[in-house]
């Protein structure tokens, strides 16, 4: 049987009850049906605290005579709907603490710039960092965005929604905002990233594009008659198989007849690793007439594109993305049927399995000899 609590002495006082519990006195009221309770040192202050709380609640009472009749009905529905389990004004303090307005309005365009300056320090490439700036501006710029707390969920959704049209692209968009809010997240400039939640689309495995043999051939001899500027760069990447960025930075001091090899330097490698490719004989016939001690071994981009539409509207072939990378690896498994091997050369470190099932069925090993036979000597 629970023992009744006792206590030394109870008054009333300013519609509190005041109980003396050992050398304090602990004031109770009711406030809108829930007891509140304060315990004080002494009598004067329990008396002096429940008198505060009757003038507190008589005011409190009074507001409510100044509410229009719209604010009392929209009251009385809420009241409805919390059902007695909280307060209203329990209720309205959850949704502030969850709807706050930022402290300060932290403008998207500063911030950007701040971003890619860190991505500067970090040394990441210029190309990385432009092609940040213009995705990113595009993207506030588009969609309207002003301030930090304007990117939300539903924002960044709709955007990928409305403007981007294939799942490469929109994986893309996502994964640059989503940096960007990391940065703020890091910050403390926002609590939670809205990118974080939105998963990545999909993407169809898709077989490598590469040229045959015929049209390989046949884009080399027009080159070598009409464009010869641009041959030593067509050659390395349909037999070395470098990435069209590493060719274009590629100087001819890197390229050694004596150890049939090209050095691709740590700045050059888009992984920033360096590796040493293989030279065939048919891409050391192709380079040797063209090989000097130094200075770049392809022209800059803009020119090499320009006189490879060219090259392309001669021949009639189409430009193949990265095709030149994709038929070398092409030939390169046919030939040698070992993975692991042409993806040294590449500068692959993992997945060879996937290498391997992409290219091995895209030529045949017949192709594959013809391929590395194509040389000048044939071309005339």
């Known amino acids: 049987m629970l023992k009744k609590k006792s206590y030394e002495k109870t008054i009333k006082f300013a519609g509190a009850t005041i109980r003396k519990r050992g050398a304090s006195w602990q004031v109770e009221f009711n406030l ?15 008396k002096g605290y429940a ?7 008589a005011n409190q009472g009074m507001q409510a005579f100044n509410l229009s009749s719209e604010e009392r009905i929209d009251a009385r529905q809420a009241l409805d709907i919390l059902g007695g389990r909280v307060t209203l ?18 403008l998207v365009g500063q911030l950007l710039e701040e971003y890619l300056q860190a991505k500067r320090v970090q040394n990441r490439r210029p190309g990385t960092i432009y092609e940040i700036k213009n995705k990113l501006n595009q993207y506030f710029r588009i969609g309207e965005i002003t301030y930090l707390h304007e990117i939300t969920r539903d924002q960044i ?28 997240l890091r910050r403390g400039l926002i609590e939670v990233n809205p990118a974080s939640s939105i998963e990545n689309a999909t993407v169809d495995e898709k077989l490598p594009d590469a040229y045959s043999v015929e ?4 884009l080399l ?6 464009y010869p500027s641009i041959v030593a760069h067509l050659a390395v990447g349909f037999f070395a198989g470098l990435r069209p960025s590493e060719i274009i930075k590629l100087d001819w001091a ?3 007849f004596e150890n049939g090899t090209i050095l691709v330097r740590p700045e050059t490698a888009k992984k920033r690793r360096t590796r040493h ?5 048919n891409l050391k016939a192709w380079l040797e007439p063209l090989a000097r001690e130094e200075g770049p071994l392809s022209p800059p981009d803009s020119t090499f594109r320009k006189l490879r539409n060219k090259l392309n509207k001669d021949t009639e072939i189409h430009w193949v993305f990265d095709g030149l990378r994709h038929s070398f690896a092409t030939y390169h498994v046919a030939l040698n049927q070992d993975a692991a091997k042409t993806a040294y050369e590449l500068g692959h470190t993992q997945n060879t399995d996937l290498l391997y099932n992409n290219y091995r069925s895209l030529a045949t090993q017949r192709d594959a000899e013809d391929y590395w036979l194509i040389n000048p000597s044939l071309q005339k």
């Open 221 to 226: 001899s027009r080159a070598a008659d009409a």
């Open 32 to 46: 809108r049906g829930q007891r509140k309770r304060k315990t004080l040192s002494t009598l004067e202050e329990a």
């Open 157 to 184: 959704l709709g955007w990928l929604n409305e403007h981007t049209s294939t799942p490469v692209g929109r994986n893309k968009t996502r994964r640059l905002v989503h940096g960007f809010l990391n940065f703020a």
């Open 277 to 281: 490719v293989t030279m065939s004989d």
């Open 51 to 57: 008198e505060g709380m009757k003038i507190e609640l």
């Open 254 to 256: 890197s390229v050694s």
């Open 215 to 218: 049209d390989t051939s046949k």
């Open 89 to 106: 004004a329990e209720a309205a303090q959850v949704w502030a603490d969850t709807h706050k307005e930022p402290e300060k309005e932290i």
